[in-house]
């Protein structure tokens, strides 16, 4: 089962990106308000891992900073894996791949 926890900062989340440089970290971002995203969020919950978790309706400004930063463009639902600072998976909607991002976690 996934440990799911809310990034409820930008300091959070640039920590976060710096602790990507030591294993891959996995971002989530969720719509309370989506079926799709609803969806998503239980196939995501059945990975073995930590799960960051950001909620758009709460997390708006995280959510904006996430797209500056990796420079992809904003969805939800929307995962990232990221390693070393960098994108190594990126998906949206049901292009999410709870197979593929364990493929990237170590």
Request: some cysteine.
């Amino acid at each position: 089962m996934a440990d799911f926890k809310e990034i409820e900062n930008l300091d959070e989340l640039t920590k976060l990106l710096e602790a990507s440089s030591a294993e891959p970290v996995v971002i989530f971002k969720h719509s309370n308000t989506c079926g799709i995203s609803a969806d998503l969020y239980e196939q995501v919950s059945s990975l073995d891992s930590v799960i960051n978790l950001v909620t758009v309706q709460i997390g708006r400004g995280i959510s904006n900073e996430i797209e500056s930063r990796l420079g992809i463009r904003h969805a939800s639902p929307q995962a990232f894996v990221i390693e070393d600072g960098k994108v190594i998976y990126s998906a949206s909607h049901y292009a999410i791949s709870p197979t593929e991002i364990q493929k990237y976690l170590k």
